[in-house]
């Protein structure tokens, strides 16, 4: 078996043992981006192969300084890299390179990781399908006529082509759970305020997005999110670090898991993903655990017009400088420009009214979840669809009336920050990745990755699954 094949804490084990070094792990990962990459497009911003090497070698007698010693990750488009381009997918930034890191990158350098690249998103990270005029489109390693999904799509299709052992993602708005979905991985959104933000702009409204983890095992994605998460002093409600990986035993006996499937019919699902997601609760369920389908606890319309206030409010103060120069503005993407014109009407009642909604719909999950340690989802309405489109324009004959009204399914969890994990379900019809978001209360994030490593367990959908891609180039 390649080294590639095998999960960043099987590698930080054998690097450990000094059973395998950095640099032969560097060096078949390489040569994986070589095979896979040219037809993916998941990894951008590569960086030399020689510098690469010499920064593995150097790694081989090193002390380790973290979970992440020696291990090649190539970190979101998103996130700044100090001496590496960010360009955010932008043509105004095609050329960028950060004097510094972000607060995450810096935290996975200090683990030891090896930066060796970037991974492909969508312009700003606004729309779940990975492509932007700078680096093109990402491919769905299971079908590369499909979209791997986005934001963190790079990361998605990295991961599943076996060119990455683990990556960094983010989700607004299930920009960690819809890729997972599509790639046949995991993504985790922690509890808002767990992965800290930088110090920069807004860090007391702006409380819809958030850093997280994304691998093939449960384990990986505990071990990253230690990595990740911990206070920022100079950022407000911040959450305590736990040893997630010393907590993942669980008995799955007696669990209470609410089944919200498609929202009472509020949200359209194509057909054959709520069948595999209510599979997907069968492993659960064969396991102890008691499931029961639910009404939807609270009106999808109001969530809905709730969420684009708020993220509207975000996105257009957050870009309003972009926005008011005529050269700069032209180069910005159609839904970006969309974003900052439904913010530039929105009054301090409007704003109002929808954080009010929020705080009602999140005492009314506090209260099911008192009875309940988790609710599931679909993590998509829609099947992997062809990357030439922007975006799905209907879903059962039923128009989408904005650019990202296809993926309303997650709005329930990211609206009020609840950690909540991709788990695979298997394939449809046409051979497509799907996948199922569990959530808990705010807080229960250890309860949540417990519960899916379980599954995880049972299923090793990822692992059983691999993508069958051609080669490219292929070794001599």
């Known amino acids: 078996m390649r080294l590639s094949e095998l999960s960043a804490s099987d590698l930080a084990r054998l690097i450990a043992a000094r059973k395998a070094a950095p640099s032969e792990i560097m060096a078949d990962h390489l040569e994986r981006i070589a095979e896979v990459n040219p037809l993916v497009n998941a990894v951008v911003s590569l960086r030399d192969r020689d510098a690469l090497m010499a920064q593995a070698l150097a790694a081989d007698d090193a002390p380790p300084t973290g979970w992440l010693h020696g291990l090649p990750l190539a970190v979101k488009d998103l996130v700044a890299t100090k001496g590496l381009r960010t360009t955010w997918g932008s043509p105004l930034f095609a050329d960028f390179v950060p004097q510094k890191d972000d607060l995450l990158a810096a935290r996975m350098r200090a683990a030891g990781a090896i930066f060796i690249g970037k991974t492909n998103t969508p312009e700003w990270g606004q729309g779940s399908h990975s492509f932007n005029p700078v680096h093109g489109a990402t491919r ?46 995991y993504g985790f959104r922690p509890t808002w305020g767990l992965v ?11 409380t819809l997005s958030t850093s997280g983890p994304m691998g093939r095992t449960i384990e990986d994605l505990a071990r990253l999110l230690q990595v990740q998460a911990g206070p920022n002093p100079e ?46 609760l069968q492993v659960f369920a064969d396991q102890g655990a008691i499931i029961e389908a639910l009404p939807p606890p609270f009106p999808a319309a109001d969530l809905w017009r709730a969420w684009v206030t708020l993220r509207a409010m975000l996105n257009s103060n957050g870009k309003r400088d972009l926005y008011n120069d005529p050269v700069k503005r032209a180069q910005i993407k159609p839904e970006t420009i969309w974003e900052i014109k439904q913010g530039l009407g929105l009054t301090a009642d409007a704003v109002y009214a929808a954080s009010v909604v929020r705080s009602r719909y999140y005492a009314c999950m506090a ?56 788990l695979p379900v298997g394939f449809g019809a046409q051979g497509l990745p ?8 705010v807080g229960a994030d250890a309860r949540v990755l417990a519960m899916g490593h379980a599954y995880h367990l049972a299923t090793e959908w990822p692992g059983k699954h691999p993508p069958r891609l051609a080669a490219r180039v292929r070794p001599a």
């Open 235 to 280: 950022t407000p409600f911040d959450r305590p670090n736990q040893n997630f990986a010393d907590l993942l035993t669980t008995d799955l006996r007696g669990k209470r898991v609410a089944w919200l499937s498609d929202w009472g019919g509020a949200y359209q699902v194509e057909l054959g993903i709520l069948d595999l997601c209510e599979a997907g």
């Open 196 to 206: 800290p933000q930088d110090a920069d702009g807004d860090t007391h409204l702006a």
């Open 367 to 422: 209260q099911l979840f008192q009875r309940f340690d988790a609710v599931a989802l679909p993590v998509a309405q829609v099947w992997p669809f062809p990357t030439e489109w922007r975006w799905p324009q209907t879903i059962n004959g039923h128009a989408m009336d904005t650019y990202h009204r296809w993926m309303e399914i997650v709005v329930p969890i990211s609206l009020i920050g609840l950690p909540a994990l991709a």
């Open 434 to 441: 799907m996948g199922m978001q569990l959530a808990g209360p």
């Open 140 to 185: 769905n390693p299971y079908d590369l006529s499909r979209t791997a999904g986005g934001s963190s799509g790079g990361a998605a299709a990295g991961l599943a082509a076996r060119m990455l052992p683990v990556a960094d993602g983010s989700d607004m708005m299930g920009s960690l759970r819809n890729p997972a979905a599509f790639c046949n991985v």
